[in-house]
């Protein structure tokens, strides 16, 4: 893969899948539609991802348009959504969850799902973050990986759900937390460099 380098498309998977955790949904996801048949699940599980995915994408492409219209820099953006994303992490680490009293069909809870659950602004301020980092070829590569992955999850949630448990899911959920935390963080940690660069405070 010549002009393409491998890293960063890492970098944007792993940090994408870390923040969007599908296998955290998955106990919410099960709950939404746990009056649905299997073909009635799967189709909730497509419109789910696809609803990820597609307000991942708008959001990278209109989100850098949207701060120059603020006049908000990459860096600042970088330290206030690793904000952000911290606070995320503690809170999901914390075990604070995200309920949903909406349950009425197929579409809701899929949406439901989709967003904010799956892409959140943790998920669109990490795609806004990447894009500025490595560009948009890497994050719409990346979030087209993960919505993939995160596809494959979803459709096998009830043999998922089986294999792990609550104490599985609740385990896999804390290591998440942890490892969004640490994202959070080198979010920070780059745009105080962009800044102290900047203010000529650091070479």
């Not at 789910?48 to 820099?73: D, E, H, N």
């Not at 999901?92 to 309920?99: A, D, P, Q």
């Not at 659950?117 to 990346?142: D, H, N, R, S």
Request: charged share 10%; hydrophobic share 60%.
């Amino acid at each position: 893969m010549l002009g393409f380098p491998l890293d960063p498309l890492i970098k944007c998977v792993v940090a994408l899948f870390v923040i969007m955790d599908p296998l955290a949904s998955l106990p919410v996801f099960l709950t939404l539609t746990r009056k649905q048949n299997d073909r009635q699940r799967r189709d909730s599980a497509l419109i789910a991802a696809a609803v990820a995915g597609a307000v991942l994408v708008i959001f990278t492409l209109i989100g850098p348009a949207l701060m120059s219209a603020l006049s908000v820099s990459m860096p600042a953006f970088q330290i206030a959504g690793g904000v952000l994303i911290l606070v995320m992490a503690v809170q999901s680490f914390l075990g604070i969850e995200i309920k949903s009293s909406q349950e009425k069909d197929l579409n809701v809870a899929a949406v439901v799902v989709g967003t904010p659950l799956l892409t959140g602004p943790g998920a669109m301020t990490t795609a806004v973050i990447l894009a500025g980092q490595f560009g948009i070829a890497y994050v719409f590569t990346g979030a087209t990986a993960v919505v993939l992955l995160t596809l494959a999850v979803l459709l096998l949630a009830s043999p998922i759900h089986r294999l792990i448990g609550k104490t599985g899911l609740a385990v896999i959920s804390k290591v998440m937390a942890i490892l969004l935390a640490a994202v959070a963080v080198e979010f920070i940690k780059l745009g105080v460099q962009k800044i102290l660069i900047e203010w000529a405070l650091l070479h």
